[in-house]
């Protein structure tokens, strides 16, 4: 659900620290009819001009705390998504990417939080690649979108 | 505005799930739709519209039954959800679920509302299991027992929602109601109808979202038209005497795949064991995803769910729970107050039928 509008159209742009171009952004949506808790919030099948940004250099950025990796979402067992806030998702890509259109093709995999997925034990320990399309919570399929870089 | 009958009308508010994400309109934008479409009552999601949920505010509160004030609601159901997989390294105990689950009975009593729908183990009709695994409980009957005391202290009554493919007169609820009887707390929890059990064909809204996923638009069409002659006809609907007409027009096995929570589907449940239980009902889902040109649900008997509840003796709300919003949005944006109203045109028919 809420295929088309996972990520904010006008929302890329790159990063800049300490005046170097360090990677880009994007906001994103929930695929779900509900808030979601963080901790089960599991990174993102983010794939750019066909070259994939895995959840290792990945960071998200919610409820005005800085962005956080995967690995320090895991824990955060009390803290909420909101159902209609919009988070930004961060990709450390040196250079960051050129102005103009890129595609993007993207799945967000918030593991389920009844727990009865089949793969649940086992992602306990050994979390999906997302992108496989387990844990993808109501849109299970890659979703292709056309985005500008805007800045 | 009132029905003129023992069954009142209401709105999920899940049915604006829409308006809410994409800011059009806030919890009171959407309250005011519900009013509008002539809804009394309100089912709300607290993980969806309340964002302080599960610490609500007294402010929130009482900003919310004002607005419930102003525009003549009344507050039916909240939803109970039954994480059991939050903390992702471990399942929750049940110790730890019931104090989750009397968040909600106690927010419900703050909110106003006389139910609770309960996220119960047969809320498919079966644990929640896949192949290989162990089935997973949710809310199952002792824990449900365990809830009863607290039911009574705050006034609320726990749904249990039968959710297609189950419908109430499973007996597999039974178990539930069972308990309640033995601790003398039967008015505390009864079932909960969700018209998806009554489904008799694959809905339009859906032949448009498979076709948009690829699925040849010709095949959902046949599929739709062999379910409606089924259920027409008095029969039952079997994929299998479809299939080789499906095959010779190029269906894959890919497309079984993709389509195989609609092709499973036989016929609705039976409306005559929905008269008997009736009486065991609470609360009532009036789901939906399309309405047609001649202000029907284009896949469920809408007169002959009604007729069944009003012979049975229900009384309490129907809710709309419209949820053709999730399978239409990825077309453009879709109607949900629309929807909503023309639903409430459709309920009110009914009960006006078998006044």
């Given at each position: 659900?809420?295929?088309?509008?996972?990520?904010?159209?006008d929302?890329?742009?790159?990063?800049?620290e300490?005046?170097?171009?360090?990677?880009?952004?994007?906001?994103?949506?929930?695929?779900?009819?509900?808030?979601?808790?963080?901790?089960l919030?599991?990174?993102?099948?983010?794939?750019?001009?066909?070259?994939?940004?895995?959840?290792?250099?990945?960071?998200?950025?919610?409820?005005?705390?800085?962005?956080?990796?995967?690995?320090?979402?895991?824990?955060?067992?009390?803290?909420?998504?909101?159902?209609?806030?919009?988070?930004?998702?961060?990709v450390?890509?040196?250079?960051?990417?050129?102005p103009?259109?890129?595609?993007?093709?993207?799945?967000?995999?918030?593991?389920?939080?009844y727990?009865?997925?089949?793969?649940?034990?086992?992602?306990?320990?050994?979390?999906?690649?997302?992108?496989?399309?387990?844990?993808?919570?109501?849109?299970?399929?890659?979703?292709t979108?056309?985005?500008?870089?805007?800045? | 505005?009132?029905?003129?009958?023992?069954?009142?009308?209401?709105?999920?508010?899940?049915?604006?799930?829409?308006?809410?994400?994409?800011?059009?309109?806030?919890?009171?934008?959407?309250?005011?739709?519900?009013?509008?479409?002539?809804?009394?009552?309100?089912?709300?999601?607290?993980?969806?519209?309340?964002?302080?949920?599960?610490?609500?505010?007294?402010?929130?509160?009482?900003?919310?039954?004002?607005?419930?004030?102003?525009?003549?609601l009344?507050?039916?159901?909240?939803?109970?959800?039954?994480?059991?997989?939050?903390?992702?390294?471990?399942?929750?105990?049940?110790?730890?679920?019931?104090?989750?689950?009397?968040?909600?009975?106690?927010?419900?009593?703050?909110?106003?509302?006389?139910?609770?729908?309960?996220?119960?183990?047969?809320?498919?009709?079966?644990?929640l299991?896949?192949?290989?695994?162990?089935?997973?409980?949710?809310?199952?009957?002792?824990?449900?027992?365990?809830?009863?005391?607290?039911?009574?202290?705050?006034?609320?009554?726990?749904?249990?929602?039968?959710?297609?493919?189950?419908?109430?007169?499973?007996?597999?609820?039974?178990?539930?109601?069972?308990?309640?009887?033995?601790?003398g707390?039967?008015?505390?929890?009864?079932?909960?109808?969700?018209?998806?059990?009554?489904?008799?064909?694959?809905?339009?809204?859906?032949?448009?979202?498979?076709?948009?996923?690829?699925?040849?638009r010709?095949?959902?069409?046949?599929?739709?038209?062999?379910?409606?002659?089924?259920?027409?006809?008095?029969?039952?609907?079997?994929?299998?005497?479809?299939?080789?007409?499906?095959?010779?027009?190029?269906?894959?096995?890919?497309?079984?795949?993709?389509?195989?929570?609609?092709?499973?589907?036989?016929?609705?449940?039976?409306?005559?064991?929905?008269?008997?239980f009736?009486?065991?009902?609470?609360?009532?889902?009036?789901?939906?995803?399309?309405?047609?040109?001649?202000?029907?649900?284009?896949?469920?008997?809408?007169?002959?769910?009604?007729?069944?509840?009003?012979?049975?003796?229900?009384?309490?709300?129907?809710?709309?729970?419209?949820?053709?919003?999730?399978?239409?949005?990825?077309?453009?944006?879709?109607?949900?107050?629309?929807?909503?109203?023309?639903?409430?045109?459709?309920?009110?028919?009914?009960?006006?039928?078998?006044?």
């Amino acid at each position: 659900m809420f295929d088309n509008f996972l990520i904010r159209k006008d929302s890329l742009k790159n990063v800049v620290e300490d005046g170097k171009v360090v990677g880009f952004k994007l906001g994103v949506r929930i695929a779900d009819y509900r808030g979601q808790i963080l901790s089960l919030h599991n990174g993102y099948y983010i794939k750019v001009d066909g070259v994939v940004y895995p959840r290792e250099v990945q960071k998200f950025e919610i409820n005005g705390k800085p962005p956080r990796t995967f690995e320090e979402l895991k824990t955060c067992y009390y803290e909420h998504w909101n159902y209609d806030d919009e988070g930004t998702l961060y990709v450390e890509k040196e250079g960051g990417l050129e102005p103009g259109v890129h595609i993007i093709e993207f799945q967000q995999s918030i593991l389920n939080a009844y727990g009865y997925r089949p793969t649940d034990e086992e992602w306990v320990k050994n979390p999906p690649v997302p992108g496989s399309g387990a844990g993808a919570g109501k849109t299970s399929n890659i979703v292709t979108y056309e985005i500008e870089l805007t800045e | 505005m009132k029905t003129n009958s023992d069954i009142k009308l209401g709105v999920s508010l899940y049915s604006y799930q829409d308006n809410y994400y994409f800011h059009k309109h806030d919890l009171e934008g959407c309250l005011a739709a519900a009013a509008g479409a002539g809804a009394t009552g309100i089912e709300i999601f607290p993980e969806a519209m309340i964002p302080e949920w599960p610490y609500i505010s007294d402010s929130f509160i009482d900003r919310y039954n004002g607005m419930m004030e102003r525009y003549g609601l009344e507050t039916v159901c909240v939803d109970h959800f039954a994480d059991r997989a939050m903390h992702k390294n471990k399942l929750l105990t049940d110790d730890e679920l019931l104090e989750r689950s009397i968040w909600y009975i106690k927010a419900a009593n703050k909110l106003g509302a006389t139910h609770i729908r309960l996220m119960h183990s047969a809320h498919l009709g079966r644990l929640l299991s896949m192949p290989g695994h162990e089935p997973i409980d949710l809310v199952g009957p002792e824990l449900a027992g365990r809830l009863l005391p607290y039911c009574q202290e705050y006034g609320i009554v726990m749904a249990l929602e039968c959710h297609s493919p189950t419908s109430v007169d499973d007996p597999v609820q039974q178990a539930y109601l069972e308990v309640a009887d033995k601790m003398g707390l039967s008015e505390y929890i009864g079932l909960q109808v969700d018209f998806s059990s009554y489904e008799y064909c694959i809905s339009t809204a859906d032949v448009g979202m498979y076709s948009r996923q690829g699925v040849n638009r010709d095949f959902l069409e046949l599929i739709r038209e062999k379910q409606r002659e089924a259920y027409f006809s008095g029969k039952e609907f079997v994929f299998e005497e479809v299939e080789p007409e499906l095959r010779k027009i190029g269906f894959t096995d890919e497309d079984k795949n993709s389509l195989r929570f609609v092709l499973r589907h036989r016929a609705p449940a039976s409306y005559e064991k929905l008269k008997e239980f009736a009486s065991q009902v609470v609360y009532v889902h009036g789901k939906f995803y399309d309405i047609d040109e001649d202000g029907q649900v284009d896949n469920m008997d809408y007169p002959k769910i009604f007729k069944a509840l009003i012979d049975g003796g229900y009384k309490g709300y129907i809710c709309s729970e419209f949820e053709g919003n999730r399978r239409m949005n990825d077309a453009g944006w879709c109607d949900e107050i629309e929807y909503v109203r023309k639903h409430h045109v459709l309920m009110r028919k009914c009960l006006e039928m078998y006044k």
